[in-house]
């Protein structure tokens, strides 16, 4: 990453108090890594509205975090988008994860803009409302939309050990010659990845009639076939694979899903299972 | 600075040195920095904190600046770690200093936020013993910090 920031995301209160945030905008090319790694089916446009955090001059030397899965337990947030050459549009160059707070630019505060030196201020004042937050959950696995981004590349990597923990051989030899077809594999059931030591697609689920494997819905129907003899076994397997309880009866199955329903999440990043997040986390007032 | 007293020693002539003091505070004390917004900001007060050793902590004026005693871990005698320590002094309460390379996490007692910061660039960078206990507020700054949030399997990492 370079100096900048892209100017989404200025709505956050951290653009907003102690200081006014007021960034002077510019339009820079859309670096070509973005269109390499773009997932989407939209076509990104040809310049991008940043701002200069800092004046260092230099295309690299700070540092932005995937954004994959970077939002997808309640305890860590995105603060500044990353204008950087090496990863996807929507890299992290400021984000939160409980208590810590990472700012990917390097300068000191005499090469920082002065709206930089007034985010960096903010983040410092924000970060302490989280003080005693540790995070919830920790990275332990990738995201499914890493399953997307690899796939597209398994006949530019010519080192196949590459993907030894990505994609299983089967689907390796299957779709060599076509790597987009192994991302539309991918696509086509992307609500049900999860990872057993590649990408796989949840077939119990599919043919359970369910049809993500991180809803809450999701978890309510697996608990409610329990009591039902046909698929009771299947349904606590998947209990299983996608929580970190073990509870023996039904009924505890759903007093569980009760007490905790407001506050259960799904983390792709945390292992592709249910978590809960403890009481008062996700109040307004806490932190 | 705003609200550093210039005024030492006595003058032969008290009134003339009370002219001088108001004149002072009217040209000084109630020059006011862009000012921030919201809450988390100290109460403006006339009163001014007792000074602690000048080479780790970088207290001044009480006015207008903002509640939080902030630890910066940095890389002491270092011009980065001069320019951050200048920067926060100017905003925070209180600003501390400790050595990065030694940083313990019980160095972060008594203070709202810790600041992580090596040279922003280094991927050789030392990294910290920090366990995933750790609690307090903190900002990890640039490459280094990255690989400290690797190390702590935090979102915030570098891959």
């Keep these: 990453m370079g100096d900048a920031a892209h100017a989404e995301l200025l709505d956050h209160e951290i653009y907003q108090k102690p200081f006014k945030v007021q960034p002077d905008f510019e339009f820079w090319d859309t670096p070509d890594n973005y269109r390499e790694r773009h997932l989407g089916d939209d076509k990104l446009p040809d310049k991008m509205k940043v701002w200069r955090v800092q004046n260092r001059g230099k295309t ?30 929507g890299a992290v160059g400021v984000g939160r994860h409980g208590n810590f707070l990472q ?8 090469k920082m803009t002065d709206a930089g030196k007034k985010l960096f201020i903010n983040c410092v004042c924000y970060i302490k409302r989280f003080d005693g937050k540790a995070p919830l959950v920790r990275t332990t696995s990738s995201h ?14 010519k080192n196949k050990d590459f993907f030894s923990a990505t994609f299983s051989s089967d689907l390796m030899e299957k779709y060599a010659a076509d790597p987009n077809a192994l991302v539309q594999y991918y696509r086509s059931d992307f609500e049900l990845i999860y990872r057993d030591q ?27 076939l329990l009591q039902d003899q046909t698929h009771a076994d299947t349904a606590r397997g998947l209990l299983t694979r996608y929580t970190n309880e073990s509870f023996a009866s039904a009924e505890q199955w759903r007093q569980w899903l009760t007490a905790n ?3 259960i999440f799904f983390s792709d990043v945390g292992g592709y299972k249910f978590f809960v997040a403890p009481k008062g986390y996700l109040s307004p007032d806490s932190p | 600075m705003p609200g550093k007293h210039p005024l030492k020693g006595k003058s032969a002539c008290t009134v003339l040195t009370l002219c001088c003091v108001l004149v002072m ?4 004390g109630c020059k006011k920095k862009e000012q921030p917004q919201g809450s988390g900001q100290r109460p403006s007060t006339e009163t001014t904190k007792p000074a602690p ?25 270092t011009e980065r770690a001069k320019d951050f320590t200048e920067f926060l002094a100017k905003h925070f309460l209180e600003v501390k200093t ?35 206990q750790y609690s307090r507020a903190t900002v990890t700054m640039g490459v280094p910090g990255a690989f400290i949030c690797s190390s702590l399997a935090l979102k915030t990492g570098y891959l």
Excluded: M
């Excluded at chain 2, 080479?55 to 940095?74: P, S």
């Excluded at chain 2, 019980?106 to 910061?117: M, R, T």
């Design chain 2, 98 to 132: 400790a050595d990065y390379k030694a940083f313990k996490e019980d160095q972060a007692g008594g203070f709202d936020v810790v600041i992580l910061d090596y040279d922003g660039v280094g991927f050789s960078a030392p990294r910290p013993n920090i366990s995933r």
């Design chain 1, 103 to 110: 700012w990917g630019y390097s300068a000191a505060p005499s």
């Design chain 2, 25 to 28: 505070i009217f040209a000084f």
């Design chain 1, 261 to 263: 329903r407001d506050r």
């Design chain 2, 53 to 77: 050793a000048p080479e780790q902590v970088y207290q001044v004026d009480t006015a207008e600046k903002i509640n939080l005693r902030i630890l910066y871990a940095g890389v002491p005698d």
């Design chain 1, 198 to 224: 590649v990408y796989c697609i949840d077939s119990e689920l599919k043919a359970l009639g369910i049809n993500s494997n991180r809803t809450v819905d999701a978890l309510q129907r697996l608990i409610g």
């Design chain 1, 60 to 89: 690299s030397g700070s540092v932005v975090a995937r954004s994959y899965g970077f939002t997808d337990s309640p305890d860590a947030e995105v603060l500044a988008l990353g204008f950087n050459h090496g990863k996807e549009y």
């Design chain 1, 144 to 157: 499914r939309l890493d399953a997307l981004r690899l796939a597209a590349l398994i006949n530019r990597i």
